[in-house]
């Protein structure tokens, strides 16, 4: 079983950056593929980024490539989503994701694990 905790949400300005954090429990986070997923309000959870168990393989949505970019430290549990140039159409709340096995994936269903969510603001 693994716990997912985030952290790092909050409001910001269009075009200002955050770092949203995900501390895992669970003694095998290095063999679970990662991922953030977010939902706006009256929206579905759609994917935003995701990283294999290593780190090697990284897959994000288009509406976030060049912006913002996933990590993790297998060595402290942690995956990172560092989100730049923010706009207002990111508002949403943030939420991390693992699954059972080392494969990085874009697919809602296919995750285990999710923490309760961060709330991130851009305002205009």
Same mark, same amino acid.
């Given at each position: 079983?693994?716990?997912?905790?985030?952290?790092?949400?909050?409001?910001?300005?269009?075009?200002? $950056?955050?770092?949203?954090?995900?501390?895992? $429990?669970?003694?095998?986070? $290095? %063999?679970?593929?990662? &991922?953030?997923?977010?939902?706006?309000?009256?929206?579905?959870?759609?994917?935003?980024? &995701?990283?294999?168990?290593?780190?090697?393989?990284?897959?994000?949505?288009?509406?976030?490539?060049?912006?913002? %970019?996933?990590?993790?430290?297998? %060595?402290?549990?942690?995956?990172?989503?560092?989100?730049?140039?923010?706009?207002?159409?990111?508002?949403?709340?943030?939420?991390?994701?693992?699954?059972?096995?080392?494969?990085? $994936?874009?697919?809602?269903?296919?995750?285990?694990?999710?923490?309760? &969510?961060?709330?991130?603001?851009?305002?205009?």
């Amino acid at each position: 079983q693994v716990q997912l905790v985030e952290s790092g949400g909050g409001l910001v300005q269009a075009g200002g $950056s955050l770092t949203l954090s995900c501390t895992a $429990s669970g003694r095998t986070f $290095s %063999a679970n593929a990662m &991922g953030w997923f977010r939902q706006a309000p009256g929206e579905e959870r759609e994917f935003v980024a &995701g990283s294999s168990a290593s780190g090697v393989i990284r897959y994000y949505t288009d509406s976030v490539k060049g912006r913002f %970019a996933i990590s993790r430290d297998n %060595a402290r549990n942690l995956v990172y989503l560092y989100m730049n140039s923010l706009k207002p159409e990111d508002t949403a709340v943030y939420y991390c994701a693992g699954r059972s096995t080392a494969v990085a $994936s874009e697919t809602l269903r296919e995750y285990d694990y999710w923490g309760q &969510g961060t709330q991130v603001t851009v305002s205009s």
